[in-house]
């Protein structure tokens, strides 16, 4: 009885920074909500944005998402967006504080894993606490990487 289930348009993933697993060493994640205009949460329906070369930052109290691109939505005239803005990122004041900490104390990074629709229909981002890997730990990421898949292969050839 298996039953073949239609994909939730709500609950989908808009966009996923690939490389930051790859770049960074993740430690811990926070889900964050976004502060979006009209046109831009249209834009991100359509699955039209990119996070890959962005970050967030503690400034003034508040959590910035830096550098993301959400594309002008077509049919939004003159209300449009721009789409390099900063934009506002929605945490409780203690998850704030901790992760202003973790950046300033620990050296780490705030960085952007995915953008996706909740259950509810609303936007939200998946942020990364993370430390940035060093070459050889890039090394040793592909190469367990290349291993896993050989592995399979060498298990599916053999059965």
Known sequence: MNQIRKADPNNRTVA???KARFSYEVLDTVETGLVLTGTEV???????????????SVEGGELWLINSYLPEYLQ????????RRRRKLLVSKRERAKLAQ???????TLVPLKIYFNDKGRAKLL?????????????????????AREKGRLLKQGS
Not at 42 to 56: D, F, P, T, V
Not at 128 to 139: M, Q, S, T, V, W
């Open 16 to 18: 996923e920074n690939r």
């Open 42 to 56: 249209k834009s991100l329906r359509q699955g039209q944005a990119n996070i890959q070369e962005s970050y967030a």
């Open 76 to 83: 939004g005239n003159r209300f449009n967006h721009e789409p």
């Open 102 to 108: 973790n950046v300033e104390r620990e050296g780490m």
């Open 127 to 147: 942020l990364a606490i993370a430390r940035g890997k060093k070459l050889h730990d890039k090394r040793e990421t592909e190469k367990q990487r290349d291993w």
